[in-house]
């Protein structure tokens, strides 16, 4: 029989010492931080004219980590929220303030947040004074501005970051807050003198300040706003149609701006409209829209839409239904197909520009031949599939592109190739869809087409 393993004999882990040890590594980071920034505003001798002890009060007065959390009670997946947090994480890296009026260096959200404002807060408004402490009046001079400055930043952040994730089909939209303390200070705090005899007293006065946390707590709380979602009658059928809007959020508040759109822009005959129609959408045209754009970022839809309801160019094709356009960077990129329905306009699907259904689309019918079918065989009834195409050697078709309207389209796919803020838009990894041969076969005419057009 096999001797019993004798267990392993659990490793002592000295909790406190572990915490001092963290402690000092965090306090060495900062320093370093602080040499820096001080090398940013002059030079390094800047950083050797604080005394230590004065280091230490401006590693009290530091700035904690922004903390990003969902607010209580939200609903929010754990992969979305945690593509939110890392999202305005790295915003923060990427944006930048000012050191000085004079100088072109500049400093990150994270390294204000954590060593800038605690500086800037020793060189203005601390009472302890040391030579070369004057040094800092140029660094200093620009604190209201860079405060100022950090916060419309920090909401500028959550709102590119709610903007991105923001999906109507999820039916609701986020919100934000953003909320600065600092526990320490706000309690009042006063720093213990110099003893006068009663050395035990002084050092009980310290050790209760030594306990305070003087830290600068920043913390970005996502909520949820939920929309409307409403049932329609169309044709006898029951449908479901949601709010669409935008969010306006302060530090403090959001407010919910639906969108609208007057009667006298859709220059139909309503006589029991009101002075705004609400816009709704259903659910399937988000679906067609993410099929036909192939774009992964949920909040561009929105944007699309209102950028839609701002251009206000509507095409009748029926009894109160009507052809919305659509556009991207000032480019005509489809439509969406809207109707009057009881009190509101309803956007029932979307259409690319090639799409059969369209002005443009039907054109290009007219001069091609290709059908529905062909269109989505050669992959050109889709922005992924042009984009991932090598239609521009085809000279021929992308003329007859431009000749049935649908130009803007090609100079979207080119701009979304080739211009760096435009790349990120479409997943552009897949191999190039070689078309442009067979799109030559496509367009070649029968023999019967060849008489017909010898006799016209």
Request: with cysteine; proline share 5%.
């Amino acid at each position: 029989m096999a001797k019993k393993k004798p267990a392993r004999k659990k490793k002592y882990v000295n909790l406190a010492e572990q915490q001092r040890q963290q402690e000092k590594q965090y306090e060495k980071v900062f320093m370093d931080k602080l040499r820096n920034l001080c090398i940013q505003i002059e030079d390094v001798s800047l950083y050797h004219a604080i005394p230590p002890e004065e280091k230490i009060l401006i590693y009290w007065f530091r700035g904690a980590p922004l903390k990003v959390v969902a607010a209580p009670g939200t609903k929010i997946q754990k992969r979305l929220m945690d593509a939110l947090v890392k999202t305005i994480k790295s915003q923060q890296l990427l944006m930048t303030l000012k050191v000085t009026k004079d100088s072109g260096q500049r400093m990150t959200f994270v390294d204000y947040s954590i060593v800038g404002m605690p500086l800037e807060y020793h060189a203005s408004q601390s009472d302890v004074d040391y030579p070369d402490k004057s040094r800092f009046a140029k660094y200093a001079e620009l604190r209201e501005e860079r405060e100022q400055a950090y916060e419309d930043g920090i909401l500028n952040i959550c709102h590119f970051a709610c903007w991105v994730f923001d999906d109507l089909e999820k039916k609701y939209l986020h919100t934000y807050q953003f909320v600065t303390e600092t526990p320490g200070i706000d309690s009042g705090y006063q720093v213990p003198k110099a003893p006068e005899g009663d050395f035990r007293a002084f050092q009980k006065r310290w050790n209760e300040l030594l306990k305070q946390d003087f830290r600068m707590f920043q913390k970005i709380t996502i909520g949820t706003y939920p929309l409307e979602v409403r049932k329609v009658n169309i044709d006898g059928e029951t449908h479901s149609a949601i709010q669409t809007g935008a969010m306006y959020c302060t530090s403090n508040q959001s407010h919910f701006i639906p969108f609208t759109v007057s009667p006298d822009d859709l220059h139909l005959d309503i006589p029991s409209a009101t002075l705004t129609l609400p816009v709704y959408i259903q659910r399937h045209a988000l679906t067609r829209m993410k099929e036909r754009l192939g774009i992964t970022i949920p909040g561009f839809y929105k944007i699309v839409l209102m950028q839609a309801l701002l251009q206000k160019e509507f095409t009748p094709i029926g009894k109160n239904r009507l052809l919305m356009a659509c556009f991207t960077d000032n480019l005509k990129i489809g439509y969406f197909v809207v109707e009057v329905v009881e009190d509101l306009l309803l956007i029932r699907t979307f259409l690319l520009l090639t799409n059969s259904g369209t002005p443009e689309g039907n054109r290009l019918s007219q001069l091609t031949g290709l059908q529905t079918d062909d269109r989505r065989y050669l992959s050109i009834d889709t922005l992924q599939g042009l984009v991932n195409s090598d239609i521009e050697q085809n000279e021929a078709f992308c003329n007859l592109l431009r000749t049935a309207g649908c130009g803007s389209i090609l100079e979207l796919c080119r701009k979304i190739n080739n211009v760096p803020n435009m790349m990120w838009l479409l997943d552009k990894s897949h191999p190039k869809n070689i078309i442009s041969d067979l799109i030559t076969e496509y367009l070649k005419p029968t023999a019967g087409e060849e008489e017909y057009v010898s006799e016209a």
